[in-house]
């Protein structure tokens, strides 16, 4: 299977992913946006039984680059979304 090229834009929808493939997609994605100076991410996982939600956390806590996470406010899709802000890295 061939890889799929994602837009690197600052919203990343797992629901497009098989779940084992999460962990590694939003380090690599959250990398991508670091690098392309993206510091405000949102990550959709979906509400469902909060499984997906609690791999995306446990992965964000792992990030050096990762300045803060929360779930989404309801208009930016509530608890079916983690809001991420990077590190600045003009900020030293």
């Known amino acids: 299977m061939e890889p799929v090229e994602y837009p690197i834009n600052g919203e990343l929808d797992l629901h497009l992913f098989q779940p084992r493939e999460v962990k ?3 380090q690599d994605y959250l990398q991508a946006c670091f690098e392309k100076g993206i510091l405000d991410v949102r990550i959709i996982h ?3 039984k909060g ?3 609690r791999t995306v956390h446990y992965t ?3 990030m050096d680059i990762v300045e803060s996470y ?3 406010r309801s208009t930016r899709g509530g608890w ?4 991420v802000r990077l590190k600045d890295p003009k900020a030293g």
């Open 60 to 62: 964000l806590e792992r």
């Open 51 to 53: 499984v997906l939600a």
């Open 46 to 48: 979906g509400k469902g």
């Open 24 to 26: 590694h997609l939003v």
């Open 80 to 83: 079916g979304a983690t809001m």
């Open 70 to 72: 929360d779930l989404a």
